[in-house]
């Protein structure tokens, strides 16, 4: 997500497949726009626990890899924060 967000090169995600998954998925609220996608990702974010997300995300980063870029503050900064 940090990558993804921090680069202004990236388009917006594929609203219609994004809903979809979400859809497939259970996701009970409204479909995302590219007005809301960012809000609804902050929102989800703040219910996780940090300790949980990194022990999600470490097997992707390599045994060096220093967790404290993905500090919750960082990636809600860059979701309201469009490069």
Same mark, same amino acid.
């Given at each position: 997500?940090?990558?993804?967000?921090?680069?202004?090169?990236?388009?917006?995600?594929?609203?219609? &497949? &994004?809903?979809?998954?979400?859809?497939?998925?259970?996701?009970?609220?409204?479909?995302?726009?590219?007005?809301?996608?960012?809000?609804?990702?902050?929102?989800?974010?703040?219910?996780?626990?940090?300790?949980?997300?990194?022990?999600?995300?470490?097997?992707? &980063?390599?045994?060096?890899?220093?967790?404290?870029?993905?500090?919750?503050?960082?990636?809600?900064?860059?979701?309201?924060?469009?490069?």
């Amino acid at each position: 997500m940090i990558w993804y967000l921090s680069d202004a090169e990236w388009p917006e995600p594929n609203m219609e &497949l &994004l809903n979809n998954a979400l859809q497939q998925t259970g996701w009970a609220g409204k479909p995302l726009s590219e007005a809301s996608w960012r809000a609804a990702v902050g929102k989800r974010l703040r219910s996780v626990s940090y300790e949980n997300l990194v022990e999600d995300v470490m097997p992707f &980063l390599g045994p060096d890899a220093n967790p404290e870029g993905l500090a919750k503050e960082n990636i809600i900064r860059l979701l309201k924060n469009k490069p």
